[in-house]
């Protein structure tokens, strides 16, 4: 069970995508893992056969732990003892693995133990989840059922609320999609609450933080994208976000001590800009998954990016790698916030960009007072890495690239 | 396509987006994102989306004339209708 972000301990298996025997190769979506901030598709690190199973679907997983045996390209069969260890974890364990495929109505032999609905474990208990596969998830949540109203278990193996049981909830429930709206639940909301709670107050207690704040001139990059989008598509048009990180991963060129992790009292730069941004989820809490080498791409797949990002981040399933990955956050208020955003570093990064809500401003140009788009952007950095003196030119240069948005 | 069916889609799509939100509840003369607190990349997937169903360009320069739910209602008539 990887670790995806200092505020994950635990993480529960809802769906196995390959079968032993099957080839895996690095960067392969092996695994659907529910966490508090949603389904995480659990990527591969090596290339290899996966050899079995450790981890039970529904069985809920401390980081760290192995879930499956992956043979490495090359490496021999494992040994008869290997086997017998596997074959002895098995057994310890109460039901073998069983596929997350919808199955109708089997014999309803579900123990009332073995699921988690809001009638068989006790109330208040953070944590608990309603166990769905994750395409029953994202009809819920699409149709605006309540999960928490599902009071028996599903038909699926191991009481697993499938697909099927959802649409036979939605259609036992005709034309009332506004009521039972909010998915994220009572529980669901603190369980990402804690996550943010428990990554926050290790920033607050480990990062000593300085803070910088800068006021930009944002005409040309708004211009700039209006003329971009007059003839486009709506699928094409671009936001100034994309700008904010186009111009963030141009200044980490420069200024690599803010694009990093600082783990072991070390900070190791990164030489890619994997850009998390900041996105709020409906119902409570937000995530900051990454936009990877950010400075790599030019400002319409960057776009692509934000918005696949987005829609899936939305939908509750995004990738391990993307909540890994990040070195560096950018938390954008968007055009209905306020002039200025103080932000708390994400550990193990070192920095993290704040971007106000831009609104028309008097600017003093060429001696000339002119209406112009302003906005406030600020910089939260560790000062074990770097100190005021770079940040303030890492801060104008990110303006700088924003100056000239037909050159990101 | 008619009014009702037109409203039908849109109620729809803003669903989609904003499925917490219930559509009786809101001022439809009151800016649309405030009512439904969805910020611009909600309403570019919001305009991709209708732009898709209805087939028609919604270009960004007619923003300005989809800022309520019912300034909205109105621009997919007037511009639906064609299709």
């Known amino acids: 069970m990887p670790s995806l972000g200092p505020d994950m301990e635990a993480g529960t298996l809802v769906e196995w995508l390959i079968k032993p025997g099957d080839d895996v ?94 009638s068989s474990l006790p109330s208040g208990k953070p944590g608990m989840r309603v166990r769905i596969t994750p395409a029953a998830r994202r009809r819920a949540k699409e149709s605006g059922l309540d999960l928490m109203s599902f009071e028996n278990p599903g038909f699926g193996p191991e009481g697993v609320i499938t697909l099927a049981d959802v649409e036979a909830r939605i259609d036992a429930k005709p034309g009332a999609p506004g009521a039972a709206a909010n ?33 930009i001139d944002l005409s040309k990059a708004a211009a700039f994208v209006t003329q971009t989008n007059a003839n486009r598509p709506p699928a094409e048009r671009l936001l100034l976000g994309a700008l904010y990180l186009k111009a963030v991963a141009r200044a980490l060129g420069k200024y690599p001590e803010f694009n990093g992790h600082f783990t072991g009292d070390i900070f190791h730069p990164n030489a890619a800009a994997h850009i998390g941004m900041a996105i709020r989820i409906r119902g409570g809490g937000l995530v900051a998954p990454a936009i990877h ?52 570093i994400y550990p193990p990064q070192v920095a993290l960009i704040g971007i106000g809500t831009p609104s028309t401003r008097p600017w003093v140009q060429d001696g000339v007072l002119v209406p112009r788009q302003i906005a406030n952007i600020s910089l939260a950095a560790d000062h074990r890495v770097s100190d005021g003196h770079q940040g303030a030119l890492f801060l104008r240069a990110i303006s700088n690239f924003l100056q000239a948005p037909e050159t990101l | 396509m008619n009014t009702i069916e037109i409203e039908a889609v849109l109620k729809e799509e803003i669903h989609r987006i904003a499925p917490d939100i219930d559509v009786t509840t809101i001022d439809r003369d009151a800016n649309l994102q405030e009512e439904f607190d969805i910020d611009s990349m909600d309403f570019l997937h919001l305009v991709t989306a209708l732009s898709s169903r209805f087939n028609i360009d919604m270009p960004q320069a007619d923003y300005p004339r989809m800022m309520t739910y019912n300034a909205m209602t109105a621009y997919l008539n007037e511009h639906a209708w064609s299709h």
């Open chain 1, 183 to 215: 998915v994220a639940g009572p529980m669901e909301k603190s369980g990402m609450r804690k996550a943010i709670a428990a990554a926050m107050s290790r920033s607050k207690r480990e990062i000593p933080h300085y803070y910088l704040g800068h006021t």
């Open chain 1, 293 to 344: 080498n950010t400075e790599s791409l030019d400002l319409d797949s960057v776009m692509s990016a934000i918005r696949d990002l987005v829609s899936r981040v939305r939908a509750g399933r995004f990738r391990s790698s993307e909540l890994s990955d990040p070195t560096i956050t950018i938390s954008s208020l968007g055009d209905r916030g306020v002039d200025t955003l103080y932000g708390v």
């Open chain 1, 25 to 118: 190769h690095r960067g392969d979506i092996i695994a659907v893992v529910e966490t508090h901030k949603g389904a995480i598709e659990i990527e591969v690190f090596e290339d290899g056969v996966l050899e079995t199973y450790l981890a039970e679907i529904g069985k809920t997983i401390p980081v760290g732990t192995p879930m499956a045996v992956i043979r490495g390209a090359g490496q021999d069969v494992p040994s008869r003892d290997q086997q017998l260890l596997a074959a002895a974890d098995a057994t310890t364990q109460k039901k073998e693995v069983a596929p997350a495929e919808p199955v109708h109505k089997t014999a309803p032999d579900t123990k009332p133990d073995q699921t988690v609905s809001g």
